[in-house]
């Protein structure tokens, strides 16, 4: 029973436009969120993340917002370039590193 | 500073055969986990170690085991390969166990036939 579920498996937009990535969850005990990045052949990176007592944060190009009534959080990438090209993953934790994985979204930027 | 290394890259297994995934961090790092990532699964925690000297099961530990030799090294065992065990497997770190950001080795992909 997957807990968090990225629905979308690829996503393509163009170079300076916005990427939006979503991701739901499940589990109502989940209160730390994150974002990592993957390349192929690589690890995940961390990207970002946010606690449940927030509904937005911000580190440069990057965004993540959270709504804890739909269970729902998205990341925002702006201006979209085509580096940010790689598999997107979100993650949550009820607190502790014992983290939930979604599938992940293959994010395309052409130029 | 190599960050987490992780041994083999690539191996090939028989059904039945054992072997055990390498693991080493140099960040000084108090926890590390292995994660195996399946196609359209995203990742999943097999075991962790949230402290030297301690070792609890994650969300998939059947037909592993692992062992934290030391603060720096984290071994994964498979003592009778499966098919069902081909995957990508990822090693991680942090400083602790409670919201600290991971950092991940590069990954061994395990074929078993």
């Known amino acids: 029973d997957q807990q968090v579920k990225q629905n979308s498996p690829s996503l393509s937009v163009q170079e300076g436009r916005i990427s939006i990535l979503n991701c739901d969850y499940t589990?109502?005990?989940?209160?730390?969120f994150l974002w990592y990045k993957k390349y192929p052949a690589e690890g995940p990176t961390f990207l970002i993340s946010i606690s449940s007592i927030k509904d937005k944060n911000e580190d440069g190009r990057f965004t993540v917002f959270l709504n804890k009534s739909a269970k729902h959080l998205s990341l925002h990438i702006v201006p979209s370039q085509p580096g940010d090209s790689a598999v997107y993953f979100c993650?949550?934790?009820?607190?502790?590193?014992?983290?939930?994985f979604g599938a992940g979204t293959r994010l395309t930027v052409k130029p | 500073n190599a960050g987490v290394t992780q041994t083999p890259k690539f191996q090939v297994l028989k059904t039945g055969q054992s072997m055990t995934l390498q693991c080493a961090q140099d960040m000084n790092h108090n926890s590390m986990y292995w994660y195996r990532q399946d196609p359209g699964m995203g990742l999943r925690l097999i075991y962790y170690?949230?402290?030297?000297?301690?070792?609890d099961k994650g969300e998939v530990p059947n037909g592993y085991n692992v062992s934290r030799l030391n603060k720096r090294e984290f071994s994964l065992r498979l003592e009778s390969a499966a098919p069902s065990q081909t995957s990508v497997y990822f090693c991680?770190?942090?400083?602790?166990?409670?919201?600290?950001?991971?950092?991940f080795g590069p990954g061994t992909r395990l074929l078993v036939l």
């Open positions: 170690s949230a402290s030297e000297g301690t070792t």
């Open positions: 991680a770190s942090s400083e602790g166990w409670y919201r600290e950001t991971q950092y």
């Open positions: 993650a949550a934790s009820a607190g502790n590193n014992d983290m939930r």
């Open positions: 589990n109502s005990m989940f209160d730390y």
